[in-house]
């Protein structure tokens, strides 16, 4: 089985979100079940070029507006398994990965490029696995070129979708120039007077995949289609939900480098010397009696930003350290600033992005962790929470209910906190329920031993993936 993944972000080259975390897990995960798989992403400024093997694919031609472009690849075994990275500074030598206005001519071209590179190659793989919007146009594009080149007439696609909220839209009059101005790819785009790349890819993919089996059925629903409801009801026979896994040996607190002190689910003893040092990096007072509530996420309505602003001064009141690291909306960083300087030894805040080590940190040294988010996919932060004994309060959604189990004292059974209505009230409930649990240490240790001994390692996931490709690949 050959797997080629086209993503616009993978660990450890670009990060914004999970996207990158499952797309460098996922490749190294396959190539254990006899899966020969490979990546496929642009080479952006901010990749370290650490990770690049010196060697490179060179002259692959493509085409593109009526001329002929000859670009290179980078190579790189970084990620666990063959990666191909486009050099083509034109378009991602910037200091983002998103955010501009030509995001769509960005991620076209990308696309042309991957599929020429196959040709290049002369690999040909059974499944081509395109990742979210950006890879929408390679879904089209493949699909068109199956009815002319031999080459690609026996590859098969599966589109994964990890946040149908981001769907690509762009400037319909674009199409021509872009290669998608004949019928039927004209009204493939076409949604709501916008042409969606996501749309687009959805119809052309042979099969679709998102990221737990929760999500797969609130992405049918209108509260969670954002508008393409009734396409993804109308392929629900090829829609299929399968949740992240957690690469164990990056995410391990036995093994992490960037702890303070290594521990395990038989000795925790180390976690205390993990939130003694948490406390010191965000210059707060270290009484490790004190419980710590962090969230680690994008600062957006999305994350339930909206929700923890409302109850912030109420969690800081109950006696606990609140901890936040993100970035994103100015009036979420500016709420977070403010809040810092209100209670200077109960908040630490770092706005941005700090890299991996200070998430490492902070998953290490909380005792809670907070995931309210309106919607979720599938989430992995409350999967690495529980991997380091920090207990979850999240939302009961997407892949938060799917991998997060509330805690029963009468049975001891449970990993964690959840709420269901979306009101920060029933929030600040399940913080006061689960700090009530947290003094009572053997309920809090049997909570932490829950989640740290459950298994959501990537060879479950890459066996779920691996069985889709091979029922694709015989469409």
């Given at each position: 089985?050959?797997?080629?993944i086209?993503?616009s972000?993978?660990?450890?080259?670009?990060?914004?979100?999970?996207?990158?975390?499952?797309?460098?897990?996922?490749?190294?995960?396959?190539?254990?079940?006899?899966?020969?798989?490979?990546?496929?992403?642009?080479?952006?400024?901010?990749?370290?070029?650490?990770?690049?093997?010196?060697?490179?694919?060179?002259?692959?031609?493509?085409?593109?507006?009526?001329q002929?472009?000859?670009?290179?690849?980078?190579?790189?075994?970084?990620?666990?398994?063959?990666?191909?990275?486009?050099?083509?500074?034109?378009?991602?030598?910037?200091?983002?990965?998103?955010?501009?206005?030509?995001?769509?001519?960005?991620?076209?071209?990308?696309?042309?490029?991957?599929?020429?590179?196959?040709?290049?190659?002369?690999?040909?793989?059974?499944?081509?696995?395109?990742?979210?919007?950006?890879?929408?146009?390679?879904?089209?594009?493949?699909?068109?070129?199956?009815?002319?080149?031999?080459?690609?007439?026996?590859?098969?696609?599966?589109?994964?979708?990890?946040?149908?909220?981001?769907?690509?839209?762009?400037?319909?009059?674009?199409?021509?120039?872009?290669?998608?101005?004949?019928?039927?790819?004209?009204?493939?785009?076409?949604?709501?007077?916008?042409?969606?790349?996501?749309?687009?890819?959805?119809?052309?993919?042979?099969?679709?995949?998102?990221?737990?089996?929760?999500?797969?059925?609130?992405i049918?629903?209108?509260?969670q289609?954002?508008?393409?409801?009734?396409?993804?009801?109308?392929?629900?026979?090829?829609?299929?939900g399968?949740?992240?896994?957690?690469?164990?040996?990056?995410?391990?607190?036995?093994?992490?480098?960037?702890?303070?002190?290594n521990?395990?689910?038989?000795?925790?003893?180390?976690?205390?010397e993990?939130?003694?040092?948490?406390?010191?990096?965000?210059?707060?007072?270290?009484?490790?009696?004190?419980?710590?509530?962090?969230?680690?996420?994008?600062?957006?309505?999305?994350?339930?930003?909206?929700?923890?602003?409302?109850?912030?001064?109420?969690?800081?009141?109950?006696?606990?350290?609140f901890?936040?690291l993100?970035?994103?909306?100015?009036?979420?960083?500016?709420?977070?600033?403010?809040?810092h300087?209100?209670?200077?030894?109960?908040?630490?805040?770092?706005?941005?992005?700090?890299?991996?080590?200070?998430?490492?940190?902070?998953?290490?040294?909380?005792?809670m962790?907070?995931?309210?988010s309106?919607?979720?996919?599938?989430?992995?932060?409350?999967?690495?929470?529980?991997?380091?004994?920090?207990?979850?309060?999240?939302?009961a959604?997407?892949?938060?209910?799917d991998?997060?189990?509330?805690?029963?004292?009468?049975?001891?059974?449970?990993?964690?906190?959840?709420?269901?209505?979306?009101?920060?009230?029933?929030?600040?409930?399940?913080?006061?329920?689960?700090l009530y649990?947290?003094?009572?240490?053997?309920?809090?240790?049997?909570?932490?031993?829950?989640?740290?001994?459950?298994?959501?390692?990537?060879e479950?996931?890459a066996?779920?993936?691996?069985e889709?490709?091979?029922?694709?690949?015989?469409?």
């Amino acid at each position: 089985m050959r797997v080629a993944i086209l993503t616009s972000e993978a660990v450890p080259f670009a990060k914004t979100g999970g996207l990158a975390d499952v797309s460098g897990a996922l490749p190294k995960a396959l190539t254990e079940q006899d899966v020969d798989a490979r990546l496929i992403l642009p080479l952006y400024d901010q990749i370290d070029r650490g990770f690049l093997n010196g060697d490179s694919i060179e002259d692959i031609r493509v085409e593109w507006r009526g001329q002929v472009h000859h670009v290179r690849f980078a190579l790189s075994d970084a990620a666990g398994a063959p990666a191909y990275l486009l050099e083509t500074p034109e378009f991602f030598a910037r200091p983002n990965i998103y955010g501009y206005k030509d995001d769509h001519i960005r991620f076209a071209y990308f696309s042309r490029a991957a599929l020429a590179l196959l040709k290049h190659l002369d690999w040909q793989p059974d499944v081509v696995n395109g990742n979210d919007w950006p890879s929408g146009f390679a879904m089209q594009e493949l699909r068109a070129r199956r009815r002319y080149d031999p080459f690609f007439q026996p590859i098969r696609t599966v589109l994964s979708l990890h946040n149908v909220g981001y769907q690509g839209f762009f400037d319909p009059g674009d199409l021509w120039w872009l290669g998608f101005g004949e019928r039927p790819e004209v009204d493939d785009f076409m949604l709501e007077r916008s042409a969606s790349a996501l749309k687009a890819g959805i119809i052309a993919a042979d099969a679709l995949s998102t990221v737990s089996p929760r999500y797969s059925r609130e992405i049918q629903t209108r509260d969670q289609g954002h508008g393409l409801d009734w396409l993804l009801r109308s392929r629900a026979d090829r829609l299929v939900g399968i949740a992240n896994g957690v690469d164990y040996t990056i995410w391990n607190p036995e093994t992490d480098p960037d702890i303070a002190a290594n521990f395990s689910v038989d000795d925790l003893s180390g976690k205390r010397e993990c939130k003694i040092d948490l406390l010191r990096r965000f210059g707060l007072p270290q009484d490790a009696e004190r419980p710590i509530i962090a969230v680690i996420s994008r600062l957006v309505k999305q994350k339930g930003y909206d929700l923890i602003r409302q109850i912030a001064p109420a969690i800081v009141q109950t006696g606990s350290f609140f901890i936040a690291l993100g970035a994103g909306a100015s009036e979420y960083e500016d709420f977070l600033q403010q809040l810092h300087e209100r209670y200077p030894r109960e908040v630490g805040i770092y706005k941005g992005y700090a890299g991996e080590p200070l998430a490492h940190q902070i998953e290490a040294g909380a005792d809670m962790f907070l995931m309210p988010s309106l919607y979720e996919p599938c989430g992995l932060n409350q999967m690495y929470s529980m991997r380091y004994g920090t207990v979850p309060i999240v939302r009961a959604t997407g892949g938060l209910d799917d991998t997060v189990e509330q805690f029963n004292p009468s049975t001891g059974t449970g990993t964690g906190f959840k709420f269901g209505p979306y009101e920060a009230g029933a929030l600040l409930e399940k913080i006061r329920e689960a700090l009530y649990f947290y003094g009572r240490p053997d309920d809090w240790k049997k909570i932490q031993r829950n989640g740290m001994l459950v298994d959501n390692s990537w060879e479950a996931a890459a066996k779920k993936y691996a069985e889709l490709y091979r029922e694709v690949a015989q469409l």
